[in-house]
């Protein structure tokens, strides 16, 4: 009866959520940007968490074809004095990880380690920038390896989906290359990989960034140090910047026999980065299932029980981006949950957001770039946004007040503008004889072989 | 300037390295709840999190996945926080928010601007107090739970065989070697009253451990802290049961089937020491040693000379957590896809000649220092973020009653010599303490 009583006292004093305190302007931390004689964009933030530090090398050069991608995927396996394996053993030595990653617009060497071995760390990383050997072993190696991940990924339905989305929005552009044909990998040559290596990853093309433990005076004299005399290359091709016009809804199906879901993504082609709508156009997004405390959650998952994880992302790049819904659901209700993600995003276009949601997607939107502090490799892919997409360097210092100004109009209008369900892709991975029927009141049905 | 006088030299010793002290301020309510507040300013931010001593290990008999299903209920609704009003003040207020199960613990937490600590204490507190659901509310949950189930496992290629398969297969006391995900059959008959009972057995403050870590100021948390917990009333909790592990005396080797699979992958598991005794702390080093990052023995060995495996990854706790957050019998796991032509037993044949070398040569001193100097950068990772360092001061408080103990591991492991690590090869990583499974496409 003890408890009872307790609960009982207890309910008047806390039945109240208690207001939160005033919020604390977020202090950036400073951003130091320096450019090298030989072209290199050099950025440093002091981030003092842990006695760590991020190291990221970035080159504008997209994944859009088999060679940048072994290209990259090669780079760190040796160079003119360090074998693989060498390379690896000091990393450790350092506490140090490096790898490198290709997205359509750019391969990085995105590299971390103990702080105190800051100037050894720039040390490899330039080393491998400059001067990659690409052994004739390695080159095999990563052919062999890479053709048979590529059947490993085909075996993912999010992977499959994902594939096949950007192949319907983006079209030929190289955006919508997601990776090689295994067949065509093993007439990949090294001396390609070499030339394109020599022609991409040079300093002018490139911008490191630079955050965790560091002083950035200190630093950057140690990053001059190590990158100084690396030679400038010649300019760089140009980027297609024509995107395909969809015409009409089409579905997409991915056969996979024996899946027990479907995997659905419906996508849009949405403006780069750069462009004036990305503030309503993130938010709306937050609105309609970029946040737990969304629409697609609370309908989807909360209410109908279709799905774990229905969500929704605005990927703005260089050249342009696309908007995606996505849910996995159980074949029986492959139909029913289209039905809801369609009339979501509709809803988004039609209605407008209501007071509450715009100002919890404005605190949430807020709070979270706050919460990118928290990490010393987030905070560089944060910086890192600003120099591949060319974007304002106030970014960080003035987002607060633009998202802040956002009017349920900017919403709908952002909404109307790119949540296209009309021209949208809708691709499904699934077992198509088990759901052929659910899904063909949605458009003309392409199964894709 | 430092640093740059360390850096001539190649292979410096991880004690040269700067040490990390997290403040930490410990403390019990009169309810037994155990308390942990840390306050760290490098970000605007704070982590609120708590963990229940209930994890997926200990769920009843015959209710596989129900500890899992239990904290999706959680986020259902309690006295003064409605069914997904816990995520909307969260995010309100600029956070995020989870809950995760785990071998020996459930967590629910809360990542958010630090003005709003109070709020997230209070939500922390209401669903402590007073969980309010329902038969709808639990239908709901079983059906994403399955979705969960089938989105994770079910539908994926290998079907996360590296934990959920290794651990049924190496073990044979139930609590370690059941379907911690849980069979769909099982989530989807829990009933309300299973819930309530699970609540009421096991949410207990004195089963808890709150932590607070952030940008907060441990004095102003402390009335908070009192405010809003320490009325809950305790609670008996019942004894663990007897989750220890028999030996294993005989090599396991099994081979699964792949419906969805295109490559076949292989998995295997030793059992390791208990946290508690002396060999632990080598065993983490040798597993560094042995597949810690692309430099080690065995990915050189199977991806690099031998060209067998596309990949090696592995670890304790792997895919579950980390060396320190569990509380029980533990499998050291190594997982790899490999190329089709290749078999399971080959590669046990080369991972045998690379642990034999090991235990008949033991590592080198640059080796050691090496493993040292990795450890030390892993752990300073998990001291990162906010919730990383929860995490750690939660497992402590709640493992080990002592979440000082975050400032002690550096130096524990930095005293481990050669000689334990040659000496715990020997004694653990053989044949009959292990158990493998080869996991190969179904012929199409």
Not at chain 1, 393 to 415: C, H, M, Q, V, Y
Not at chain 2, 72 to 94: L, P, R, T
Request: aromatic residues 10%; negative net charge.
């Amino acid at each position: 009866m003890r408890r009872l009583l307790i609960f009982f006292i207890a309910l008047p004093l806390f039945a109240q959520q208690p207001p939160p305190a005033p919020p604390k302007p977020v202090q950036w931390p400073p951003m130091t940007e320096k450019k090298l004689d030989n072209g290199l964009t050099v950025v440093l933030v002091p981030l003092h968490n842990v006695p760590k530090v991020e190291c990221d090398l970035s080159f504008l050069a997209g994944r859009g074809s088999a060679v940048a991608q072994l290209a990259a995927r090669v780079l760190p396996e040796g160079t003119a004095t360090r074998s693989s394996k060498q390379i690896k053993e000091e990393l450790r030595a350092i506490g140090g990880d490096l790898s490198v990653n290709t997205d359509p617009d750019s391969t990085t060497i995105t590299s971390s380690a103990l702080s105190d071995f800051t100037p050894r760390l720039f040390e490899i990383v330039s080393d491998i920038a400059q001067h990659a050997s690409y052994p004739k072993s390695e080159v095999e190696l990563a052919k062999t390896n890479f053709a048979n991940e590529i059947e490993e990924e085909r075996s993912q339905p999010d992977f499959l989906a994902e594939e096949q989305l950007a192949k319907a929005v983006y079209g030929a552009h190289p955006y919508g290359f997601t990776v090689p044909d295994p067949k065509a990998l093993p007439k990949v040559t090294a001396s390609s990989l070499k030339e394109f290596a020599a022609a991409r990853y040079v300093p002018n093309n490139a911008v490191l960034i630079v955050v965790g433990d560091i002083e950035p005076g200190a630093a950057f004299a140690e990053a001059k140090k190590a990158f100084g005399g690396w030679k400038r290359g010649a300019a760089q091709p140009a980027v297609p910047t024509a995107f395909p016009k969809r015409e009409k809804r089409t579905v997409y199906f991915i056969d996979r026999p024996g899946s027990v879901q479907s995997t659905i993504y419906i996508g849009a082609i949405a403006p780069p980065r750069k462009s004036p709508d990305y503030i309503a156009l993130r938010t709306a997004d937050t609105i309609l299932g970029g946040a737990f405390y969304s629409r697609l959650t609370r309908n989807i998952r909360e209410s109908k029980g279709y799905s774990y994880s229905p969500t929704s992302f605005a990927v703005l790049r260089r050249y342009a981006g696309e908007v995606t819904t996505t849910a996995a659901v159980r074949n029986e209700v492959t139909g029913p949950a289209i039905l809801e993600m369609l009339y979501e995003m509709d809803r988004m276009r039609v209605e407008p957001v209501t007071k509450e949601e715009l100002d919890s997607a404005k605190t949430y939107s807020n709070g979270t770039m706050a919460l990118e502090l928290e990490s010393q490799a987030g905070f560089a892919q944060r910086i890192r946004t600003l120099y591949i997409y060319d974007l304002p360097r106030d970014f960080l210092t003035t987002f607060s007040e633009k998202i802040n100004a956002l009017t349920p109009a900017d919403i709908g209008n952002a909404a109307a503008k790119y949540f296209d369900t009309y021209r949208g892709a809708i691709v499904i991975v699934g077992d198509y004889k088990a759901v052929k029927a659910q899904v063909a009141p949605f458009g003309d049905v392409v199964v894709v072989k | 300037m430092r640093w740059t006088l360390l850096a001539v030299l190649l292979f410096a010793s991880a004690a040269m390295a700067k040490d990390v002290d997290v403040p930490v301020v410990y403390y019990r309510l009169g309810n037994g709840l155990k308390v942990v507040i840390s306050e760290a300013h490098a970000a605007p931010t704070v982590t609120v999190a708590v963990y229940y001593g209930i994890g997926f290990r200990v769920e009843p008999k015959g209710q596989t996945g129900f500890a899992h299903l239990f904290e999706h209920m959680m986020f259902q609704g309690s006295a003064h926080v409605k069914k997904a009003e816990h995520a909307k003040i969260v995010e309100q207020n600029g956070g995020v928010m989870n809950g995760s199960t785990r071998l020996d613990f459930t967590n629910y937490f809360e990542t958010l601007p630090s003005n709003a600590v109070e709020t997230a204490l209070w939500l922390e507190s209401d669903r402590m107090r007073s969980l309010d659901v329902n038969e709808e509310n639990l239908k709901n949950q079983q059906n994403v739970v399955s979705e969960e189930i089938r989105v994770n496992v079910l539908n994926q290629p290998y079907a996360l065989f590296e934990w959920l398969d290794i651990w049924q297969a190496a073990n044979q006391n139930w609590y370690n070697a059941h379907n911690f995900y849980g069979d769909l059959h099982d989530v989807e008959a829990a009933k309300i009253a299973d819930v309530r009972q699970f609540f009421k057995t096991y949410y207990a403050p004195n089963n808890a451990v709150l932590a607070v870590v952030g940008d907060v100021d441990p004095a102003a948390v402390r009335p908070m802290v009192e405010k809003y917990f320490a009325d809950i009333p305790l609670q008996s909790v019942p004894e663990r049961p007897d989750i220890s592990e028999p030996k294993q005396t005989k090599e396991k080797r099994l081979t699964e089937t792949d419906k969805l699979a295109n490559v076949p992958a292989f998995a295997m598991a030793y059992h390791v020491a208990d946290h508690d005794s002396a060999d632990f702390a080598p065993t983490v080093l040798l597993d560094l040693i042995l597949q810690g990052d692309d430099s080690s023995r065995l990915f050189q060995r199977l991806v690099k000379e031998k060209e067998i495996a596309l990949d090696w990854a592995g670890g304790i706790n792997f895919e579950l957590g980390n060396e320190f957050d569990y509380d029980g019998p533990m499998l050291m796991v190594s997982r790899a896809t490999y190329k089709p032509g290749h078999g399971g037993a080959e590669i046990l044949k080369e991972a045998d000649a690379v642990v034999h070398d090991l235990q008949q040569h033991g590592v080198t001193k640059k080796e050691l220092e090496a493993a040292k100097v990795r450890f030390r950068s892993n752990f300073y990772s998990q001291l990162e973020s906010t919730f990383g360092k929860a995490n750690l001061l939660a497992s402590f408080a709640l493992f080990n009653d002592d979440p000082q103990r975050i400032n002690k591991v550096v130096a524990q492991y930095d005293a481990v010599t050669a000689e334990q690590i040659q000496s715990v090869a020997q004694r653990y990583l053989v044949p009959e303490n292990r158990t493998s499974i080869d996991r190969v496409p179904e012929k199409k």
